[in-house]
Each structure stands twice: as C-alpha cells, then as structure tokens.
C-alpha cells in the first residue's frame, strides 16, 4: 500500500471514529472535519509523489555515475593493453641482454604489467631496481608521454655494502651511457632506515616492487618503506607488488626469501592500501620453497653451482605472488 493512500485511510478511519463521539456537534463542524481530512489526504498524497519522484532522479544519476564508471575503465583497458605492445617490443628490444631476454618466460613482464594497469602516461616509481631487469622495460615504454623514477641506494648512506653499491652504480652509468633509453629516468633514494625520499607526496601514479619485500622484512624496513609508498602515490594510485612466495615446507624462521603472501598483504594493508586484485601470472607449482639456499637456489643465482644444476633449471625461477593494491580515492595526499 503507498503511503498517500495509506494516509487516506486513516484519515477515513479517524473521521469515522470523530463521527462516532462527537454526534451532537453541528452538521457544519462534521462538514469541516471532513473537508480538512480530505486536505491532509491530498498534501500527503502530493509528498508520495515528490518522494518517488526523488528515488527515481537518485537511481537515475547512480546509473549514470556507473556508465560513467565503466567507460572510464573501458578507456583506462584500452590504454593498458595499447601499452602492452610497448611493453612487449621493450622487452626483447637490443638494450637488453641475451640473458635478460631469455627471461621473460620466467617473469612475464607483459602479463605482469598489464595486471597492475600500466599505462604508457603515468609517473612510476620502481623500488630498487637491482640489475635493471624491469628498468630495461619501463624506461623506454615511460620515456615520451610518462616518466620513471628509479627509487635506488643513497650512496650517502654510512656502511652502504657492497651489492648496494654496485646497484647504483649500474644504474647512473647506463642513464650516463644509453641516453637514449635510460636518459630521462629519475633517481630518488630509498635507504631505509636511513632515509627515503621517492618524491612529492601525491604525486606518482604506481609504484611496484619486484622480488624485495623479503629484504625489506629481514631489515625490520617493510612497514616504513610500504608507509612511503603510501605517501607518495596520489589517491587512486597502483602499488604493483611480485614477491618470492612461501610454501607449506618453508622454513620461516630462517631467511630464504619467500614471504607468505598474508604477511605481504597484511603490511600493505597496514600501509593504509587496500587489495585490490591477486594474479597467479608468476606462480610455479614446481618449486616447493624449502631449498637448502633459499630462494637463490633456483635460477638465476643457482647458487649451489653445479649440484644439482639441471634439477634447479628443469624447475624454473622461484613462485611469486603477484599482487595489485590502491590507494583509496578518498585518502589525503
């Protein structure tokens, strides 16, 4: 029953019962009664209507918004997978190595950044970059209508070792030696605990890591490192994570860089980001994470040399989590 003619009813209701104890009033005030009854009927009537009419106009504008919502992601796919291409060429482009390349079967640079949304126009910053296997890619995808930024070791740092070292020095001279490539990539620091400076608040549109939340974890860095992410990133924007990724036989009170992928959420969550998408892109059902070596018993370290060699190669790189999470719309810059 609506409400105006529910609103009828009792006013009918109240009229009878008025009638009914009021008989020795006038015919007049009886005829009164009724008319402002009738009165209230109508007004309530006419409030029915406009609130229907309200609902309508709110479910209309939530249809737009959500058509609106949906071309908006429409664009943004058609974006990404127009990137892909880009990302693809780069991918076996001369500036890499023969043995960079013959890694892509293992990594799945495409799939994995299409997953996080990577659009040849955005502002990303890529943490610790190591030997520039990912830098290789997104330097020159980024190179015209985005921009890179390669968050590396201060080399300000007291008691820098020696990889940390080498790592920055590998990416200064191959900026310094392929301009080409590499010239109009950024350099920001992240040396946690030490310092970190990735950039302006706000200002990036995705930051990935690749393979190092493990040291970061071992290091008591994580939560700082994952709070700067946070920071930097505008509201909406993408952490892209792909990480070693613990097993049921793995050791976890020993360092052998495979995280559980709760403990990696969990941190970013803790970070103020919210999981957004979970891809098995880079997992491995081959490998059982609980090598005698860790992580780097498998290639590319391989680091038992020759024992065992052709097991660990049949085997493949390490099983990854591959993870996508946002930074609310609505949270501060």
């Given at each position: 029953?609506?409400?105006?003619?529910?609103?009828?009813?009792?006013?009918?209701?109240?009229?009878?019962?008025?009638?009914?104890?009021?008989?020795?009033?006038?015919?007049?005030?009886?005829?009164?009664?009724?008319?402002?009854?009738?009165?209230?009927?109508?007004?309530?009537?006419?409030?029915?209507?406009?609130?229907?009419?309200?609902?309508?106009?709110?479910?209309?504008?939530?249809?737009?918004?959500?058509?609106?919502?949906?071309?908006?992601?429409?664009?943004?796919?058609?974006?990404?997978?127009?990137?892909?291409?880009?990302?693809?060429?780069?991918?076996?482009?001369?500036?890499?190595?023969?043995?960079?390349?013959?890694?892509?079967?293992?990594?799945?640079?495409?799939?994995?950044?299409?997953?996080?949304?990577?659009?040849?126009?955005?502002?990303?910053?890529?943490?610790?970059?190591?030997?520039?296997?990912?830098?290789?890619?997104?330097?020159?995808?980024?190179?015209?209508?985005?921009?890179?930024?390669?968050?590396?070791?201060?080399?300000?740092?007291?008691?820098?070792?020696?990889?940390?070292?080498?790592?920055?020095?590998?990416?200064?001279?191959?900026?310094?030696?392929?301009?080409?490539?590499?010239?109009?990539?950024?350099?920001?620091?992240?040396?946690?605990?030490?310092?970190?400076?990735?950039?302006?608040?706000?200002?990036?549109?995705?930051?990935?890591?690749?393979?190092?939340?493990?040291?970061?974890?071992?290091?008591?860095?994580?939560?700082?490192?994952?709070?700067?992410?946070?920071?930097?990133?505008?509201?909406?924007?993408?952490?892209?994570?792909?990480?070693?990724?613990?097993?049921?036989k793995t050791n976890l009170e020993a360092f052998s860089g495979y995280v559980p992928e709760e403990k990696v959420i969990a941190i970013a969550e803790k970070a103020g980001f919210v999981l957004e998408a979970r891809s098995e892109i880079n997992a491995n059902p081959k490998d059982t994470a609980d090598?005698?070596?860790?992580?780097?018993?498998?290639?590319?370290?391989?680091?038992?040399?020759?024992?065992?060699?052709?097991?660990?190669?049949?085997?493949?790189?390490?099983?990854?989590?591959?993870?996508?999470?946002?930074?609310?719309?609505?949270?501060?810059?």
């Amino acid at each position: 029953m609506s409400q105006a003619r529910r609103t009828v009813l009792l006013a009918w209701l109240a009229l009878m019962g008025m009638a009914a104890g009021c008989a020795s009033q006038s015919t007049e005030s009886a005829a009164d009664a009724a008319a402002n009854t009738a009165t209230a009927a109508d007004s309530a009537a006419r409030t029915a209507a406009a609130a229907a009419s309200t609902t309508a106009g709110a479910a209309a504008s939530a249809a737009d918004e959500a058509a609106a919502s949906a071309t908006r992601i429409a664009i943004d796919a058609g974006a990404v997978a127009a990137t892909s291409k880009a990302v693809l060429a780069a991918s076996t482009a001369a500036h890499r190595s023969p043995e960079h390349i013959a890694r892509n079967v293992y990594r799945h640079p495409v799939e994995t950044l299409a997953f996080f949304g990577l659009r040849d126009d955005m502002t990303v910053v890529e943490a610790l970059p190591g030997e520039l296997w990912y830098t290789e890619i997104l330097a020159p995808v980024l190179r015209e209508k985005g921009k890179l930024v390669a968050a590396s070791f201060d080399p300000a740092t007291p008691n820098m070792v020696d990889y940390q070292k080498k790592a920055h020095e590998l990416l200064l001279r191959r900026i310094a030696d392929e301009p080409a490539v590499f010239g109009r990539v950024g350099v920001a620091k992240l040396s946690a605990p030490a310092g970190i400076d990735l950039g302006a608040p706000g200002s990036v549109d995705m930051v990935v890591t690749f393979r190092a939340t493990h040291g970061w974890l071992n290091g008591g860095v994580a939560d700082q490192i994952y709070a700067a992410f946070f920071d930097v990133l505008k509201p909406g924007g993408i952490l892209g994570i792909e990480q070693h990724r613990a097993g049921p036989k793995t050791n976890l009170e020993a360092f052998s860089g495979y995280v559980p992928e709760e403990k990696v959420i969990a941190i970013a969550e803790k970070a103020g980001f919210v999981l957004e998408a979970r891809s098995e892109i880079n997992a491995n059902p081959k490998d059982t994470a609980d090598w005698s070596a860790g992580v780097w018993t498998l290639p590319p370290s391989l680091r038992l040399g020759d024992v065992d060699r052709a097991k660990y190669l049949a085997i493949g790189e390490s099983d990854r989590m591959t993870l996508r999470f946002r930074k609310p719309a609505a949270a501060k810059p």
